[in-house]
C-alpha cells in the first residue's frame, strides 16, 4: 500500500497524478529496486509536511505485509522491501498493531532499526485485539496499554505519528486526544493523527491535542474528503493529509480486470463491491484515463500480488 503525502495547500489535480503515478514505483518489489532507486538517483523524492511533521513526498503503508491483499509476505522478502523503500529515498512508513496482527509492527521494526534515527514510522490504535476480534476500543487506559507492545515491537522508543484507526462511538474524541497528549508529555509519542474521521471530530480533537495528520482514502475513485469537509478543515486547520490507497486497492494500476478472480480466504478484496466482475467493468473507463500517466505500461492481466495498494 501506497501513500502519498500532501499539506496544507496543493494541486488536488497533481495529488490525485502522483499518488497514481509517482506511488506506483512502490507497487511491487522488482518495480521498487528498478523505478524509485532511478528516481532516487536523480534527486527525484520530494519532501512533504505533515503538520510539523516532515517526510518523503511517497510513503509505503506495511499492511498487505500481514496479508489482507493475499497470503503474508515471507519476512525476509517484507524486510527487503522496507529498507530498499528506504534506499530509494523513502523516509515515510505506515504499519498498525492490527495488522496480523502485531506481525507488520514486528516487520517494520526489525527492517528500520538500523536506520531508526532516519525514518518517520507511524502506527495506529484503537482495537481490542481478542483472537478474531477486532472490536472498537479508545478508552484512554487502553491507549496507554498498548502503545508500550507497539514500541516494543517496532524496537523503538517513540512513534512518530501515532493514529486513532478507527473513531471509537464509545469514546468522546476529546478523551483520545487527551490520552495522547499524555504519551506526547512521556516522550512516547511524537505527533498525533486520526484515521478515517469526520470534519467536526478533527476540529473537537485538534481542540485538545493539535493533529498533525488525517489518514483518509483518497484517489481517483474514491474522493469523499472532497465533499464532507475533510480536506477543507485540514487545509484550514494546517494539518497534513496521508491519502491510502492511492491506487484504489491496486485496481488504479490497470493490472485488475473483469477476469480477475481474488481468493476470498486470503483476500479481503473478494468481498468488495468494487471488485465484483460488473463494478470492475464498470469503473474501466477510469484506468483508461489514468493509464497513460503511469510509469511504465505493464500488459493488462490478472493480479496475483498482495503488493498493490
Request: aromatic letters at 8%; charged letters at 25%; proline letters at 7%.
Amino acid at each position: 500500500m501506497t501513500q502519498t503525502p500532501v499539506f496544507p495547500q496543493f494541486s488536488r489535480r497533481g495529488l490525485l497524478a502522483t499518488g497514481s503515478a509517482l506511488s506506483a514505483a512502490l507497487m511491487l518489489p522488482k518495480a521498487l529496486s528498478a523505478q524509485t532507486a532511478g528516481a532516487a538517483s536523480r534527486g527525484a523524492m520530494k519532501v512533504r509536511k505533515l503538520g510539523p511533521l516532515s517526510v518523503s513526498e511517497t510513503g509505503v503503508g506495511a499492511m498487505t505485509l500481514a496479508g489482507v491483499y493475499g497470503p503474508p509476505a515471507d519476512r525476509n522478502q517484507g524486510i527487503a522491501v522496507l529498507r530498499s523503500a528506504r534506499e530509494a529515498g523513502v523516509t515515510f512508513f505506515d504499519t498498525a498493531e492490527v495488522y496480523g496482527p502485531y506481525t507488520s509492527e514486528e516487520i517494520v521494526g526489525e527492517a528500520l532499526k538500523p536506520f531508526r534515527d532516519e525514518v518517520v514510522i507511524a502506527t495506529k490504535f484503537g482495537f481490542q485485539i481478542d483472537g478474531d476480534g477486532r472490536d472498537r476500543n479508545s478508552r484512554p487506559e487502553h491507549i496507554k496499554s498498548v502503545v508500550e507492545g507497539s514500541l516494543k515491537r517496532l524496537r523503538t522508543d517513540h512513534i512518530d505519528l501515532y493514529y486513532q484507526h478507527r473513531v471509537d462511538p464509545n469514546v468522546p474524541i476529546e478523551d483520545v486526544a487527551g490520552a495522547v497528549k499524555d504519551l506526547i508529555a512521556e516522550g512516547k509519542v511524537i505527533h498525533f493523527g486520526l484515521s478515517e474521521p469526520s470534519a467536526r471530530t478533527i476540529r473537537r480533537a485538534h481542540a485538545v491535542q493539535p493533529v498533525s495528520a488525517i489518514q483518509n482514502e483518497y484517489s481517483f475513485w474514491t474522493r469523499d474528503v472532497e465533499k464532507n469537509g475533510v480536506l477543507a478543515v485540514c487545509e484550514e486547520l494546517g494539518i497534513g493529509l496521508v491519502p491510502w490507497s492511492p491506487l484504489g486497492q491496486g485496481y488504479l494500476t490497470g493490472r485488475i480486470d473483469p477476469n480477475t478472480r481474488l481468493d476470498p480466504k486470503t483476500d479481503m478484496r473478494a468481498t468488495f463491491p468494487r471488485f465484483q466482475p460488473d463494478a470492475l467493468r464498470a469503473n474501466r473507463p477510469v484506468v483508461d484515463i489514468l493509464w497513460p500517466a503511469l510509469p511504465t505500461r505493464r500488459a493488462r492481466r490478472p493480479v496475483r500480488s498482495r503488493w498493490l495498494g
